[in-house]
């Protein structure tokens, strides 16, 4: 059989060497197959193979025909540097050189036919090699439905895919590698068999020694000669590649070899702490990455508290508190790591300096007690095993999570005050990383201790006299540098001095800011003095600082019960300490009311008027009083700051009874002066926009109105407007519906929630079109108050809206009679619309043409136009109304014979 096999050989090494080629191309995916026979080999195998049930007859019939009807082909060269194997049509009948070849093909042929003859056994065993696997073959398990790849491989190569990295890997990264694989010579057959291959590395996945969570990649295309052959994609870790093109699939026979991308993707909870790691792909291929360096960063605290841990800095540690009753101090330490990888294995210890003692039972990961078994003692410190205590609790270190360890010692006040340094240090993946934390105390002043105040009164009204004490110091500590500030609300009036004892440098008073010596009041609170202590001496004395301040006989705007507060501050550059007094008082405030009220719009000459009423107390008569207004003006509400003009020459004052009442205008003061005043009055004001108020986007207009008496600031009133148009805004639409032949029409009046200055409740009348009726007589009526107040004071949102009123229209001629759409909606939250001021109303309702109508355009082939008006009325006079017209055409069949005719539908415009 061996020998047979060479005679085929040599018979077709001439025509090997002529038409071996090299097949290959790049693609999404390459995968290239070397031809190393000729075809006319590959042609005479299969002759061979179907000679075995065949006569002898049939054989060189066979021959005969392998001879004759060979297709030769030839070798072209590609776009590219590859060559490919291309059909060719037959050659003409003059001799070419591809005749030449095929001549001796045909010769070398019939020589080994000659040879060939032999026993049916041997020619049994000369069988196609994928036809009769060996023992060794046949212990592969097919898929069914796939070929195993990993079975038909002679070798495999694994690297990393351009631009990836093999070194510095992160652990929770993924990692995109590149195959290359050669299909064995004897496996081509199998590969026929089944085009499509499957290369499984779930066990590569699912080993428990392994890093990986899984595979994934996009897949991609099977390229050869710039042609597809098929796909390859990666689904269930396996990347599975399918032929599509078989005719090119078969026609190969060895040398068959190929690439394909995927990733790699890493599980950092697998991955842990290794510095590196090997994979042993399927067939034989390795390939090592090494990770980044495993790190930990963290920090190191102490304090007196968790939450007064100073930093790792070194910053002073306040030696004055938390004293315990034997005289040491109690320290709150902390320390903080996070891992940049998962690891296997934490441990801290920390080292105790200055005779600190560990407070037993204090050790804490992430606020949980660790249990003893973790921790180990020593004279002078003590080591926890954070990563068996994780383990003990099925969890472990994880990467990118902050641990951190709290756990408090107690130190002699001697070794605190000499100062110490406490280090941490952590190990792990056989590296240990420490940090530390400086105790560098300083002798501190406790600051709530330095300063008390306290405060007496005489009363609780107008006139009551308050007494203010403030002591500085009562532990005689050096007060060198610090300063002292006192704050308190403005509704007061220092009396006296403010003195202070014993003298500091000579001398006995401080300065008070001079607005508490003034009798304009407010509810804000200011500074009354502030001294610092010069630091280039020694103020240890305990001092006394007191003042007087009285609540005043007349108080303005101020009046009613209001909150009184004084408070006093000791401070320097390490800290603060304060001390706060407050108490009630009743203020008599004055004998009279002002107040200011939005008049009117002048539109045309851009005027808005504005009353002012002062009311008087019956049996009240005020002397030498005086009203400032001042106009504003702004286009949008938060800047309504420009400078209006008021219109001296036009304002007028009145009583109640509309008598008027004397008055001087004071245009340089922007005041309106009265001698004197026994009743209530009321100012009307006109005050002029310099800019046009109905051409602003927005335009909003304020006025303040401040009484004085006596030259003395009073009460204050203030009024804003915002300029609405007066006109109803109202819309209307229409839909068509073809299957029930009705219109749908949607009035909408005061879509933006407009607020007017005159409300009245909303009258609806619609006038049908001609030749329409209402198809339904139910109307649907929603309101939206935007969350606006309607005349009882209730907020109206959108619940009658999604809970609309259905109203019974009344029609008569053609027209739906005013309909109050305030009224009939559900009984919800006992609140209803009760005028259009604020609120958007929403009509909906159906019409249909009457049957008088459909009989009229019956036929006519012209387009009808309906045109519907809608009206809002205040139930008199019309506020704006809404037009829609809607076209309907009228489209009928003309029959010429008695085949069946779909008709159209009916054609319906609107504009």
Same mark, same amino acid.
């Given at each position: 059989?061996?020998?047979?096999?060479?005679?085929?050989?040599?018979?077709?090494?001439?025509?090997?060497?002529?038409?071996?080629?090299?097949? *290959?191309?790049?693609?999404?995916?390459?995968?290239?197959?070397?031809?190393?026979?000729?075809?006319?080999?590959?042609?005479?195998?299969?002759?061979?193979?179907?000679? +075995?049930?065949?006569?002898?007859? !049939?054989?060189?019939?066979?021959?005969?025909?392998?001879?004759?009807?060979?297709?030769?082909?030839?070798?072209?060269?590609?776009?590219?540097?590859?060559?490919?194997?291309?059909?060719?049509? !037959?050659?003409?009948?003059?001799?070419?050189?591809?005749?030449?070849?095929?001549?001796?093909?045909?010769?070398?042929?019939?020589?080994?036919?000659?040879?060939?003859?032999?026993?049916?056994?041997?020619?049994?065993?000369?069988?196609?090699?994928?036809?009769?696997?060996?023992?060794?073959?046949?212990?592969?398990?097919?898929?069914?439905?796939?070929?195993?790849?990993?079975?038909?491989?002679?070798?495999?190569?694994?690297?990393?895919?351009?631009?990836?990295?093999?070194?510095?890997?992160?652990?929770?990264?993924?990692?995109?590698?590149?195959?290359?694989?050669?299909?064995?010579?004897?496996?081509?057959?199998?590969?026929?068999?089944?085009?499509?291959?499957?290369?499984?590395?779930?066990?590569?996945?699912?080993?428990?020694?392994?890093?990986?969570?899984?595979?994934?990649?996009?897949? *991609?295309?099977?390229?050869?000669?710039?042609?597809?052959?098929?796909?390859?994609?990666?689904?269930?870790?396996?990347?599975?590649?399918?032929?599509?093109?078989?005719?090119?699939?078969?026609?190969?026979?060895?040398?068959?070899?190929?690439?394909?991308?995927?990733?790699?993707?890493?599980?950092a909870d697998k991955v842990k702490d290794r510095g590196g790691y090997t994979f042993n792909f399927p067939g034989g291929g390795d390939f090592h990455i090494d990770f980044e360096e495993v790190k930990v960063s963290g920090e190191k605290k102490v304090g007196t508290r968790y939450n007064q841990q100073a930093t790792s800095d070194g910053s002073n540690f306040d030696v004055t508190s938390e004293?315990?009753?034997?005289?040491?101090?109690?320290?709150?330490?902390?320390?903080?790591?996070?891992?940049?990888?998962?690891?296997?294995?934490?441990?801290?210890?920390?080292?105790?300096?200055?005779?600190?003692?560990?407070?037993?039972?204090?050790?804490?990961?992430?606020?949980?007690?660790?249990?003893?078994?973790?921790?180990?003692?020593?004279?002078?410190?003590?080591?926890?095993?954070?990563?068996?205590?994780?383990?003990?609790?099925?969890?472990?270190? +994880?990467?990118?999570? #902050?641990?951190?360890?709290?756990?408090?010692?107690?130190?002699?006040?001697?070794?605190?005050?000499?100062?110490?340094?406490?280090?941490?240090?952590?190990?792990?993946?056989?590296?240990?990383?420490?940090?530390?934390?400086?105790?560098?105390?300083?002798?501190?002043?406790?600051?709530?201790?330095?300063?008390?105040?306290?405060?007496?009164a005489d009363g609780d009204g107008a006139g009551a006299v308050i007494t203010y004490t403030i002591t500085v110091n009562p532990e005689h500590a050096d007060m060198a540098g610090m300063t002292i500030s006192d704050t308190m609300t403005d509704l007061q009036l220092l009396e006296g001095d403010i003195t202070i004892s014993p003298a500091v440098n000579g001398m006995t008073t401080l300065t008070?800011?001079?607005?508490?010596?003034?009798? !304009?009041?407010?509810?804000?609170?200011?500074?009354?003095?502030?001294?610092?202590?010069?630091?280039?001496?020694?103020?240890?004395?305990?001092?006394?600082?007191?003042?007087?301040?009285?609540?005043?006989?007349?108080?303005?705007?101020?009046?009613?019960?209001?909150?009184?507060?004084?408070?006093?501050?000791?401070?320097?550059?390490?800290?603060?300490?304060?001390?706060?007094? !407050?108490?009630?008082?009743?203020?008599?405030?004055?004998?009279?009311?002002?107040?200011?009220?939005?008049?009117?719009?002048?539109?045309?000459?851009?005027?808005?008027?504005?009353?002012?009423?002062?009311?008087?107390?019956?049996?009240?008569?005020?002397?030498?009083?005086?009203?400032?207004?001042?106009?504003?003006?702004?286009?949008?509400?938060?800047n309504i700051n420009r400078d209006a003009e008021v219109l001296w020459d036009e304002i007028t004052v009145t009583d109640t009874d509309e008598n008027a009442v004397a008055f001087t205008p004071d245009p340089a003061n922007k005041s309106i002066k009265f001698d004197q005043v026994d009743k209530t009055i009321i100012i009307h004001v006109p005050t002029k926009s310099p800019v046009s108020i109905?051409?602003?986007?927005?335009?909003?207009?304020?006025?303040?109105?401040?009484?004085?008496?006596?030259?003395?600031?009073?009460?204050?009133?203030?009024?804003?407007?915002?300029?609405?148009?007066?006109?109803?805004?109202?819309?209307?639409?229409?839909?068509?519906?073809?299957?029930?032949?009705?219109?749908?029409?949607?009035?909408?009046?005061?879509?933006?929630?407009?607020?007017?200055?005159?409300?009245?409740?909303?009258?609806?009348?619609?006038?049908?079109?001609?030749?329409?009726?209402?198809?339904?007589?139910?109307?649907?009526?929603?309101?939206?108050?935007?969350?606006?107040?309607?005349?009882?004071?209730?907020?109206?949102?959108?619940?009658?809206?999604?809970?609309?009123?259905?109203?019974?229209? #009344?029609?008569?001629?053609?027209?739906?009679?005013?309909? #109050?759409?305030?009224?009939?909606?559900?009984?919800?939250?006992?609140?209803?619309?009760?005028?259009?001021? *604020?609120?958007?109303?929403?009509?909906?309702?159906?019409?249909?043409?009457?049957?008088?109508?459909?009989?009229?355009?019956?036929?006519?082939?012209?387009?009808?136009?309906?045109?519907?008006?809608?009206?809002?009325?205040?139930?008199?006079?019309? +506020?704006?109304?809404?037009?829609?017209?809607?076209?309907?055409?009228?489209?009928?069949?003309?029959?010429?014979?008695?085949?069946?005719?779909?008709?159209?539908?009916?054609?319906?415009?609107?504009?």
């Amino acid at each position: 059989m061996k020998n047979n096999s060479f005679k085929r050989l040599i018979a077709s090494a001439a025509i090997a060497v002529l038409l071996a080629c090299n097949i *290959g191309d790049a693609g999404t995916s390459v995968v290239s197959y070397a031809a190393a026979a000729t075809t006319e080999q590959a042609a005479e195998e299969k002759t061979e193979k179907a000679e +075995k049930a065949e006569t002898s007859q !049939e054989k060189e019939v066979r021959k005969e025909e392998s001879e004759t009807k060979e297709t030769p082909r030839e070798v072209t060269e590609d776009s590219g540097t590859d060559e490919t194997i291309k059909e060719t049509p !037959e050659a003409p009948a003059e001799e070419t050189a591809e005749e030449e070849t095929e001549e001796k093909a045909s010769e070398a042929a019939a020589g080994e036919q000659e040879i060939k003859e032999e026993t049916e056994e041997e020619t049994d065993q000369a069988q196609d090699a994928s036809a009769a696997p060996s023992e060794e073959e046949e212990d592969i398990a097919v898929p069914a439905g796939s070929t195993s790849l990993t079975g038909m491989i002679e070798s495999i190569q694994v690297g990393p895919k351009t631009g990836q990295s093999t070194t510095d890997v992160p652990r929770d990264d993924k990692v995109s590698v590149s195959v290359s694989y050669k299909i064995s010579d004897s496996k081509v057959g199998e590969a026929q068999a089944n085009p499509e291959w499957e290369y499984d590395l779930t066990d590569m996945v699912n080993d428990p020694d392994g890093i990986l969570s899984s595979i994934s990649g996009a897949g *991609g295309e099977i390229m050869q000669g710039g042609s597809s052959r098929g796909t390859y994609r990666i689904e269930d870790n396996k990347v599975i590649l399918t032929i599509t093109d078989l005719n090119w699939l078969n026609a190969q026979e060895s040398n068959v070899s190929g690439t394909f991308d995927f990733s790699l993707n890493l599980d950092a909870d697998k991955v842990k702490d290794r510095g590196g790691y090997t994979f042993n792909f399927p067939g034989g291929g390795d390939f090592h990455i090494d990770f980044e360096e495993v790190k930990v960063s963290g920090e190191k605290k102490v304090g007196t508290r968790y939450n007064q841990q100073a930093t790792s800095d070194g910053s002073n540690f306040d030696v004055t508190s938390e004293k315990n009753d034997d005289g040491t101090y109690t320290l709150y330490y902390s320390a903080r790591v996070k891992p940049n990888a998962t690891l296997s294995g934490l441990s801290m210890t920390d080292t105790l300096t200055g005779s600190q003692t560990l407070v037993a039972g204090s050790i804490q990961l992430n606020g949980t007690a660790i249990p003893s078994d973790y921790i180990s003692t020593s004279g002078d410190g003590f080591t926890a095993d954070l990563g068996a205590y994780l383990a003990s609790t099925g969890s472990s270190v +994880k990467k990118d999570t #902050d641990y951190t360890v709290t756990y408090q010692t107690t130190i002699p006040e001697s070794a605190l005050k000499s100062g110490q340094a406490n280090t941490a240090a952590f190990t792990y993946a056989g590296k240990t990383d420490s940090f530390t934390t400086n105790i560098t105390p300083v002798s501190k002043k406790n600051y709530d201790s330095l300063v008390k105040k306290s405060m007496s009164a005489d009363g609780d009204g107008a006139g009551a006299v308050i007494t203010y004490t403030i002591t500085v110091n009562p532990e005689h500590a050096d007060m060198a540098g610090m300063t002292i500030s006192d704050t308190m609300t403005d509704l007061q009036l220092l009396e006296g001095d403010i003195t202070i004892s014993p003298a500091v440098n000579g001398m006995t008073t401080l300065t008070p800011d001079a607005r508490f010596s003034d009798d !304009e009041l407010s509810t804000n609170s200011y500074e009354v003095f502030k001294y610092t202590f010069p630091s280039d001496g020694t103020f240890t004395d305990t001092y006394t600082i007191t003042y007087k301040t009285k609540i005043p006989e007349s108080s303005g705007s101020i009046e009613g019960k209001q909150k009184v507060e004084n408070t006093v501050k000791v401070e320097d550059e390490d800290g603060e300490g304060t001390s706060h007094v !407050e108490d009630q008082f009743t203020f008599p405030g004055e004998p009279y009311g002002v107040g200011k009220k939005f008049s009117s719009w002048d539109t045309d000459n851009n005027v808005i008027n504005w009353t002012i009423t002062l009311t008087v107390e019956e049996g009240t008569t005020l002397s030498n009083i005086s009203i400032q207004d001042i106009p504003y003006y702004g286009l949008d509400q938060w800047n309504i700051n420009r400078d209006a003009e008021v219109l001296w020459d036009e304002i007028t004052v009145t009583d109640t009874d509309e008598n008027a009442v004397a008055f001087t205008p004071d245009p340089a003061n922007k005041s309106i002066k009265f001698d004197q005043v026994d009743k209530t009055i009321i100012i009307h004001v006109p005050t002029k926009s310099p800019v046009s108020i109905t051409e602003q986007a927005d335009f909003w207009a304020k006025n303040t109105a401040q009484v004085f008496m006596d030259g003395k600031k009073g009460k204050t009133a203030e009024a804003v407007k915002r300029y609405v148009s007066q006109t109803v805004d109202m819309s209307k639409n229409v839909s068509y519906d073809e299957a029930s032949k009705e219109w749908t029409w949607t009035v909408v009046i005061n879509p933006t929630n407009a607020e007017f200055d005159e409300d009245y409740v909303p009258y609806f009348t619609d006038q049908l079109p001609e030749g329409m009726e209402l198809a339904d007589s139910t109307i649907t009526v929603g309101c939206n108050g935007g969350g606006h107040t309607n005349a009882q004071g209730q907020v109206i949102w959108g619940t009658h809206e999604d809970n609309p009123a259905k109203v019974t229209a #009344d029609v008569q001629n053609g027209t739906i009679q005013p309909i #109050d759409l305030t009224k009939g909606y559900p009984d919800i939250y006992n609140a209803w619309p009760t005028g259009i001021s *604020g609120m958007k109303y929403t009509i909906t309702y159906k019409t249909k043409l009457s049957a008088d109508e459909i009989a009229r355009i019956k036929g006519n082939t012209e387009e009808q136009t309906y045109n519907n008006v809608a009206s809002v009325t205040d139930g008199t006079n019309v +506020k704006n109304t809404a037009e829609k017209e809607t076209t309907y055409k009228y489209k009928f069949l003309e029959k010429s014979d008695n085949s069946p005719e779909k008709l159209d539908k009916d054609i319906i415009e609107y504009s």
